[in-house]
């Protein structure tokens, strides 16, 4: 009899600690979402019903005029072409770097190994804007490059190029970290079975370890494309044509020294996130596995 009351007891401690969890998980997604909601509800407004004397919680009527003159405000076509060219490219060599590289710290020996990896991982705690000078300076200071001489000096190196936005993010720390964290779960076995049968390290890197890291990568890909995709900082830096601004220069316009248009920047936000929320839905059943599996331990 005890027995079974204990069993209840438990079972209804179980039902309300899980009550608990997704009450806390409801809260926690409605602060998350309130925000977005009212970006959506904003690009449906007019200017009168976002104003302080007549605002309104909600449009009255469903108004596409803010996404029309968001439109045309800004060369979209362009800019969605250099926000999507510069990202493909820095995705893609950032899977194949910061992959190879992770393999490298987790299944070989090499001297200093450690050292560099640490070394790495204070490259992890460096705030990107700290580093923005050094990283001008060299752009503007390519020899040959934008009309400079063999010394980099003359011209404005690989300034104002797609070459100033790809180049400098085609690796980094966090994506070798994770790497590294993912390739040591696998067994040393795996390493001496390929030897056995011929492989050399990059053959058993790209015929057997790249096969096998579908949720590592998808995660890479996932952190990568929004990272790149909404950079508003380097490219403010690095560019200075029209040519070459960005999605999130082009958002920049919306946003004048006297007024903004709110409608216009929030139906802008929306039509520029859609990549993103793409980019996600593809690859939302990988991104959880990709997280827990890199930081298991050695």
């Known amino acids: 009899m005890s027995t079974k009351k204990n069993s209840l007891g438990l079972r209804a401690q179980k039902t309300l600690n899980n009550a608990l969890t997704y009450i ?16 959506i509800v904003t690009a449906f407004k007019t200017d009168a019903e976002i104003s302080f004397q007549n605002f309104q919680w909600l449009p009255h009527s469903h108004n596409f005029d803010a996404f029309k003159n968001a439109w045309e405000m800004v060369n979209w076509p362009r800019a969605f072409a250099n926000s999507l060219l510069i990202t493909v490219i820095v995705v893609v060599g950032s899977l194949f770097f910061n992959s190879l590289a992770g ?74 970290f994770l790497c590294r964290q993912f390739y040591s779960t696998f067994p040393k076995s795996l390493d001496e079975a390929a030897k056995i049968d011929g492989c050399g390290s990059f053959k058993i890197y790209y015929s057997i370890y790249i096969p096998m890291s579908t949720t590592i990568l998808a995660t890479l890909t996932i952190l990568k494309t929004v990272a790149t995709w909404n950079d508003f900082f380097y490219p403010l830096i690095m560019t200075t ?10 958002l920049q316009t919306f946003k004048g020294s006297t007024t903004t248009h709110y409608n216009w920047l929030m139906a802008a936000t929306l039509f520029t996130s859609l990549p993103i929320v793409i980019v996600y839905l593809c690859a939302q059943k990988y991104f959880v596995a990709g997280i827990a599996t890199s930081g298991m331990k050695n």
């Open 103 to 176: 393999y490298a710290f987790s299944r070989l020996d090499f001297k200093g190994k450690n050292v560099l990896f640490i070394i790495l991982l204070m490259g992890m705690m460096v705030p990107a804007q700290s580093i923005i000078i050094p990283q001008f300076i060299i752009m503007r200071s390519i020899p040959l490059a934008g009309g400079n001489n063999i010394f980099g000096a003359g011209g404005t190196g690989l300034l104002d190029s797609y070459a100033s936005l790809i180049l400098p993010f085609l690796s980094g720390p966090m994506g070798i």
């Open 241 to 250: 044509s029209e040519a070459m601004k960005t999605v999130q220069l082009g």
């Open 24 to 39: 806390i998980l409801v809260i926690l997604a409605c602060i998350i979402l309130v925000p977005i909601f009212f970006v």
